[in-house]
């Protein structure tokens, strides 16, 4: 499967931005979708993921309460709706897919990412 994920911009401190991942190939619906971000000098985070199926979600306690994940299984595609943006959001963000017959959110052990969107916000 690739990924495309787009979405990414500046944006002020509380605000909020909407990143979407579109998945090319079929069977979308039986991969779990995550996301992922880097900031400059750090390593790659979890930051939420999504089940196949029924949709359950995980996040980090870092945006917990200020992203949503959300999956079009129709459009092939994930969502990761950010409000209440903070500077420490300030990242590149990568979509990811793993295939699994598990009806649970995915913290880690992704097969297929996307490039990264970027999202920078100002304080």
């Known amino acids: 499967v690739q990924l495309q994920a787009s979405g990414g911009g500046l944006v002020q401190a509380g605000g909020s931005l909407r990143l979407s991942c579109a998945a090319s190939?079929?069977?979308?619906?039986?991969?779990?979708m995550g996301w992922f971000r880097q900031a400059p000098g750090r390593e790659r985070e979890f930051v939420t993921s999504?089940?196949?199926?029924?949709?359950?979600?995980s996040y980090a306690d870092s945006v917990k309460g200020r992203f949503t994940i959300a999956r079009d299984n129709a459009k092939n595609t994930v969502y990761l709706q950010m409000n209440s943006l903070k500077p420490e959001d300030t990242a590149v963000y990568y979509c990811?897919?793993?295939?699994?017959?598990?009806?649970?959110?995915?913290?880690?052990?992704?097969?297929?990412w996307g490039q990264g969107t970027l999202v920078t916000v100002s304080s």
């Open positions: 990811a897919a793993k295939y699994t017959r598990l009806m649970v959110p995915l913290t880690g052990s992704y097969d297929y």
């Open positions: 190939g079929r069977a979308f619906n039986t991969y779990a």
């Open positions: 999504i089940s196949r199926g029924s949709g359950a979600t």
